[in-house]
């Protein structure tokens, strides 16, 4: 048990931007880290519906509080997944070889299409936040982040991973086959439960699983092999496929 909740600790401490107070490391407890990521997709969307909740009740203009909930998931993660994102449009957008592309990949400057996309993603969050109304049920903002890093999970668990990523390495080795069984059951329990306490914003599940793949085969494809920039990359594109059904179903 010892080594579970040093898992979940290294995981909150990895994907969220929040202080753990129990910051801790233990490379055995690393594959089991994974398994964790459903748990803090959980509290990053509590957290966000929340925050919608507030808006409400202080009456924040619909400008102001659409600001504020789009920046809100980049801001939580430290800007993490965004970066995966910028990092792998530019590599994929190069239109290169695959040598060349994982070059692109790992290059920490930001390329133009990075820029480009960093602004057209956040525009479309943005206005997406701005349609929303006042009726649409925010409990949406907790199910979406718990949906797409359970996909991410799964997808870096079976995937076969980049030679140059570090899922490579001593990671594949304490993947068993019972946390591919979590992270489907979690899915579907989480999926079900949206749509059974949600309603028609249970669709927010769908879409984000779907848009994750869609982003991911891409990615995949292009740069012939998983890693966390492209788990990123897929995860930040899925967040704004649920958001669009959180504002405009």
Known sequence: MKKYFRACMMCMTMFCAIPCPFHTWDDEA??????????????????????????????????????ILCAYPFLITGGMHMDGYLDVT?????????????????DPNAGSFAVLACVLLIMTQFALFAQA???????????????????????????????TSEYAGAYRQGIKKSHIVVFIITMLCVAALGFLLLGKYGFASLAVIAGYL??????????????????????????????AVFSLI
């Open 214 to 243: 869609m982003h991911l085969r891409r990615a995949f494809r292009s740069l012939d092999g998983m890693s966390g920039d492209i788990s990123g990359y897929a995860l930040t594109f899925a967040e704004v496929c649920g958001i």
């Open 133 to 163: 109304n006042d009726t649409a049920n925010a409990f949406t903002l907790t199910l979406i982040p718990i949906v797409s890093r359970t996909t991410a999970g799964l997808c870096i668990t079976v995937l076969r991973p980049m030679g």
């Open 90 to 106: 530019d590599a994929v957008k190069s239109w290169r070889d695959l040598e060349e592309r994982r070059r692109i990949l790992k």
């Open 30 to 67: 690393r594959p089991l880290m994974t398994l964790f990521l459903p748990v803090v997709g959980a509290w990053i969307g509590i957290l966000w519906t929340l925050t919608a909740y507030v808006i409400r009740w202080l009456g924040l203009p619909v400008m102001v509080g659409a600001a």
